[in-house]
């Protein structure tokens, strides 16, 4: 039997083992959350896809994160794994910061704190204005 979770809005979800390797997938439920002008935790987004948080999970996961940003650079948007978040600090994790992602778009400070929280903050509402109304 296929592992079930909560997703966004507590919607219980079936578990697909190709959905954590589905960019297009995962690209329109944070397009979703970029419309409700919201970050989502690695665990609520593992929840859409059916699955409980485990780190081998969340490591598939940011591998299509990446993925993801790709698409969304061709298609001239700004990237939207800034969106996903631990819920601890709602921060995003260490992967987004050392694959190059903030580097690019001009930071080069801590990963943690106020400056790297404002940083986060900016750049999501970047993604929150791109998406309203589209």
Request: include cysteine; charge should be neutral.
């Amino acid at each position: 039997m296929a592992a079930k979770d909560e997703g966004l809005g507590g919607a219980v979800a079936a578990a697909d083992a190709k959905a954590l390797g589905d960019a297009p997938r995962i690209r329109a439920i944070l397009i979703e959350a970029a419309r409700a002008e919201r970050s989502i935790s690695y665990s609520e987004l593992l929840g859409e896809l059916g699955f409980r948080f485990t780190r081998p999970k969340m490591r598939a996961l940011c591998k299509t994160l990446a993925e993801v940003d790709r698409l969304c650079a061709l298609d001239g948007e700004p990237d939207l794994a800034v969106l996903v978040v631990r819920e601890s600090d709602r921060l995003p994790g260490q992967g987004w910061w050392v694959g190059g992602t903030a580097l690019l778009l001009g930071y080069d400070g801590p990963w943690q704190g106020a400056a790297a929280a404002r940083f986060v903050r900016e750049q999501q509402q970047a993604v929150f204005d791109y998406w309203k109304g589209r």
